[in-house]
């Protein structure tokens, strides 16, 4: 089956930067969807970015400019550089793919995505 495992998660101060990492096994997939996702403690979860094999990169407004999704084909990982660390990041981040291109509105919607991982946590102080 289909596995998701972040890292590269932990802790900078504020103005830092951190690369998370998301390397799939199993999904090795022509078409495909692929995002990150953060779920902060009474907060609800929020699609952060997301890139498509149909050339959609999205990006949620209060991350656009600071963070940039990438993906190494070669390697089936997913990437999520973030700079310019904010404490209102902290947040457990995880990757999501599903086999079905992003739609416009639709990278954002977790329930969208058959796979996800169990998730890194951020910390920025």
């Known amino acids: ?4 495992v972040e890292s590269g998660g932990g802790s900078v101060q504020a103005g830092g930067s951190l690369r998370l ?3 799939t096994s199993r999904f ?3 078409r495909y969807c692929m995002g990150w996702f953060r779920r902060a403690p009474g907060k609800e979860r929020e699609g952060l970015a ?3 094999s149909n050339g959609l990169t999205s990006y949620a407004d209060s ?3 600071r963070f940039t999704i990438s993906k190494d084909n070669a390697k089936n990982t997913l990437f999520l550089q973030m700079n310019d660390l904010r404490p209102e990041d902290i947040a457990m981040y995880y990757c999501t793919a599903d086999r079905i291109p992003c739609g ?3 990278w954002s919607d977790e329930d969208a ?3 996800r ?3 890194t946590q951020v910390t920025v102080s």
Do not use: E, R
């Not at 089956?1 to 998701?4: G, K």
């Open 50 to 52: 997301a890139t498509s």
């Open 21 to 23: 990492s998301c390397a």
């Open 113 to 115: 995505y058959d796979h």
């Open 104 to 106: 416009p509105l639709s």
């Open 63 to 65: 991350v656009k400019g």
């Open 28 to 30: 090795t997939y022509i």
């Open 1 to 4: 089956h289909v596995q998701l």
């Open 117 to 119: 991982g169990q998730g």
